[in-house]
């Protein structure tokens, strides 16, 4: 099991916005661990809790965040999951 991650993404509301996202996630061997969307109005929102692992995957995700807002019209921010001590 790799370290855990936070993606949170906004777009207009659209057919295969979900897909869009995922994929990213599906193409870097992510494992997704749970999921809570939103849709307000024409907006769409969706926050991502995943695992994964490896040499540069922190770095190549955020490079597909840039792309997906490039090509795809998506904002999207990813961050470590930081464990907290059990007390």
């Known amino acids: 099991m790799g370290k855990k991650f936070i993606l949170a993404a906004f777009s207009k509301d659209r057919p295969g916005v979900v897909s869009d996202i995922t994929r990213l996630l599906y193409e870097n061997g992510c494992n997704l ?11 769409f929102a969706i926050l991502l809790l995943f695992n994964g ?21 998506i904002t999207a921010y990813i961050r470590a999951v930081l464990r907290r001590p059990r007390l």
Do not use: H, P, V
């Open 33 to 43: 661990e749970d999921s809570s969307m939103a849709n307000i109005r024409d907006e």
């Open 53 to 73: 692992k490896g040499d540069g995957f922190k770095d190549r995700l955020t490079e597909g965040c840039q792309r997906l807002e490039k090509e795809k019209g």
